[in-house]
């Protein structure tokens, strides 16, 4: 068990080669996870999908084919390699909320947070990783070049002919 201070924190994923990833000061508390527990997980995953027409641009930065994205915008099937991850996962008193879940790829992104997590384990004080956004990408992802990025122009149109149609503007 490592109890790691917020400086060694973001240290530890700065060498996960996540270093802009926020972490948060949390403090374990028994959890309370019902039995049924996976369905509402389940159905948790499908109402986080459909809040994702407002992460457009950090979708695009994915390098999704355009099938995966529609499919995932559309609700129909999750991309290779991606996870949904909690902010505060249910072993540690995290909630099956639309606000505690965040998507990455799953390697090595969500695979490093694992570690990252278990490494603290028995700590009094854990520091969660904590995106600011739905959708992590790393920073390192979302620079483009001087000509722009046709991918995320693309997407970005598609996804707004999309949330016109279903009329969530």
Same mark, same amino acid.
């Given at each position: 068990?490592?109890?790691?201070?917020?400086?060694?924190?973001?240290?530890?994923? %700065?060498?996960?080669?996540?270093?802009?990833?926020?972490?948060?000061?949390?403090?374990?508390?028994?959890?309370?996870?019902?039995?049924?527990? $996976?369905?509402?997980?389940?159905?948790?995953?499908?109402?986080?999908?459909?809040?994702?027409?407002? %992460?457009?641009?950090?979708?695009?930065?994915?390098?999704?084919?355009?099938?995966? $994205?529609?499919?995932?915008?559309?609700?129909?099937?999750?991309?290779?390699?991606?996870?949904?991850?909690?902010?505060?996962?249910?072993?540690?008193?995290?909630?099956?909320?639309?606000?505690?879940?965040?998507?990455?790829?799953?390697?090595?992104?969500?695979?490093?947070?694992?570690? $990252?997590?278990?490494?603290?384990?028995?700590?009094?004080?854990?520091?969660?990783?904590?995106?600011? %956004?739905?959708?992590?990408?790393?920073?390192?992802?979302?620079?483009?070049?001087?000509?722009?990025?046709?991918?995320?122009?693309?997407?970005?149109?598609?996804?707004?002919?999309?949330?016109? %149609?279903?009329?969530?503007?």
């Amino acid at each position: 068990m490592t109890q790691l201070t917020h400086d060694s924190a973001e240290k530890k994923l %700065s060498d996960m080669g996540m270093g802009d990833m926020p972490v948060t000061e949390y403090r374990p508390v028994n959890p309370c996870v019902c039995a049924d527990w $996976f369905l509402q997980y389940k159905k948790l995953c499908r109402e986080f999908i459909k809040t994702l027409t407002d %992460s457009v641009d950090q979708l695009a930065m994915l390098n999704l084919t355009q099938d995966e $994205f529609l499919a995932l915008i559309m609700g129909r099937a999750i991309p290779p390699n991606m996870s949904f991850r909690f902010r505060i996962p249910l072993t540690l008193g995290g909630t099956l909320d639309t606000d505690n879940i965040f998507m990455c790829r799953t390697f090595p992104h969500s695979h490093q947070l694992d570690i $990252f997590l278990i490494n603290q384990y028995g700590a009094d004080t854990i520091w969660l990783p904590n995106p600011t %956004s739905k959708v992590y990408v790393p920073s390192y992802n979302t620079s483009g070049g001087d000509g722009g990025n046709a991918t995320s122009d693309r997407l970005s149109q598609i996804a707004a002919q999309i949330i016109a %149609s279903r009329g969530m503007e």
